[in-house]
């Protein structure tokens, strides 16, 4: 089916006639962006949420045309227009797919900060936001949350709920998605131990700036504490400003334009004055934001050029270290042949254009052999908090990711996103799966230290 045949959207238009009848005139989606668009259709294919749900409206170029319609006020912004906006996971596999270029990463942003200024959800839903949204991008706000839980897990409340199957039964599904992708907490997840200089071991080679994450830092702190390891063992002395806070990711994919704004200047800020050769990160879906400062801070006249300079300096930790060079000596994770399934989290591979590097660095470590799984370019689900606010498409996609990936007879499943982990885990424990799964760092951390897995 072509989009542009109208007749496909008649029921939208003449539904919600009533409701908002067009964007405000705040950066609204760009109409040459837009007639970018040639609705050939070969976006279809790798758009998970059309996949899953089967309507073109969950498309990547139905929503485009819906955009058009709003822009031009043929279609209104309604809730049912709105919720096909929600249903996009922001993976960026249509940006990659397309043969015309169209930049959806730009229109999908803008679309989304009109949402969220214009659309008027309901209380639930407000409120769920709102608690998601002044909590998870503060790490000390979370771990205050998290203080009850970790005594749920460690009293066999956690085991026994799950296990019967009551919190998908009386718990809002939203609320119940939350809980199931909750890691096992421990203490070490209630503060940052990493003092804000580490020097490098040997002789010095690079001097970098390291961010920890917001939601990373309290989920996954032994990645930041693995990351720390490889970088000084391969001659960076590693700088952790204190002052760092949460990057503004998971509130740019969700189109909360002014705690973007705001949490992307206080990154710049922390970072500032520190005569670092690169800004590192280990999070696919926080170096793709902080890559996208310059055009997320443009209008900014304070921060135009200085978010430009910034994003220049920032790379995923796996790209850096697969341009510098490895210097330290890599051990076998097993002394006989390991198969390793490498997961391409769709901000790395589709926002990034990261693939090749990581996948070079573990076939340094001896014995390593790297297994392609089916549709590995297809989202988990997770897609930041997309596994919580649409937990029924993020499930279907998780459970096909996972199956995929174990298929492969992998003995270990190598991410390099929070988001990827915590869903992929979920998963594994679904299905009773026991496969090893690891970031990329703790697999070379693992290997520098001449740990055995």
Known sequence: MQVSDKSSFENI?????????????????????????VHCGFCLSTCPSYRVIGKE??????????????NEGDIPL?????????????????????????????????????????????????????????????????????APL??????????LLRS??????????????????LPELTPQAFQDNLPELIPAQGQKRYRVGMLLGCVQRVFLPEVNNATVRVLTANGCEVVIPKLQGCCGALSHHQGQE??????????????????????LINASGCGHTLKEYG?????????????????????DVQEFLDRVGLTAKLSPLQDQPLAIAYQD???????????????????????????????????????GIYNILQPEVGHELGEQKVTNLTDTGAKVIASANVGCITQIRKHLNLQKNGTLLMHPMELLDYSIQGKKI
């Open 295 to 315: 055009h997320i801070l443009k209008d900014d006249p304070q921060y135009a050029e200085r978010a430009k300079a910034f994003s220049q300096k920032v790379k």
């Open 78 to 146: 309604s809730p049912a227009i709105a919720q096909h906006f929600d249903t996009c996971l922001g993976c960026l596999a249509c940006v990659t797919t397309c043969p015309s270029g169209v930049q959806y990463d730009q229109l999908i942003e803008a679309t989304r900060a009109q949402v969220e200024r214009t659309h008027p959800r309901s209380l639930p839903e407000k409120v769920l936001r709102q608690f998601i949204f002044s909590t998870f991008p503060y790490p000390n706000r979370l771990r205050v949350m998290l």
């Open 345 to 383: 989290a769709c901000h790395m591979l589709h926002g990034q254009k990261i693939s090749l590097e990581p996948r070079r660095l573990l076939r340094q470590i001896p014995n390593v052999q790297l297994r392609e799984s089916v549709d590995a370019a297809l989202c988990c689900g997770s897609a």
């Open 150 to 159: 970790l005594a749920y897990q460690k009293l066999g409340l956690q085991k």
């Open 258 to 279: 002014a705690q973007t704004l705001d949490l992307a200047r206080q990154t710049i800020d922390s970072f500032d004055n520190l005569n670092l050769d690169a800004v």
């Open 13 to 37: 238009s003449v539904n919600s006639q009533e409701i908002i009848p067009s964007f405000d005139g705040k950066n609204p989606p760009n109409p040459e962006l837009i007639d970018a668009c």
């Open 57 to 70: 409206t969950d498309s990547p170029r139905g929503r485009i045309y819906l955009m058009d319609g709003i």
């Open 164 to 181: 019967h199957g009551w919190l998908e039964k009386y718990l809002p599904k939203q609320i119940a998605a939350m809980e199931s992708i």
